[in-house]
């Protein structure tokens, strides 16, 4: 079944020991409309930060309870590259930066 993006943002983000934030948006390629990250609203409303989650870390979406379910700790979550105030962004750097997250 299709689905548009902007249905899924506001899905609850599980992270592999808890449940931390929600989606805020996608970042997607312009040539070939990849899917590049999962930008997650992370934190409160007085310390509220999107950071970028690479489709790499995705487990499972759970179309009933509206929740995508990351291969992720909420630490990792948390410590993901931010979403920067450009609009492009250095695909090579944030791939590394996505894979030291991965070895904590």
């Not at 943002?9 to 929600?22: H, P, R």
């Not at 899917?35 to 979406?61: H, W």
């Not at 909420?74 to 750097?93: A, F, H, L, M």
Request: glycine share 8%; hydrophobic share 40%.
């Amino acid at each position: 079944m299709l689905r548009s993006l902007k249905d899924l943002e506001g899905y609850a983000v599980a992270a592999t020991d808890g449940e931390l934030g929600s989606v805020a948006d996608f970042l997607v390629e312009d040539a070939g409309w990849t899917c590049r990250y999962l930008v997650v609203r992370t934190g409160t409303f007085f310390d509220e930060r999107d950071v970028l989650i690479s489709p790499m870390f995705f487990r499972k979406v759970e179309w009933g309870s509206r929740a995508f379910h990351l291969a992720l700790t909420c630490k990792q979550i948390r410590e993901s590259p931010g979403e920067g105030t450009t609009n492009t962004i250095e695909v090579t750097s944030l791939e590394e930066a996505m894979a030291k997250v991965a070895e904590k």
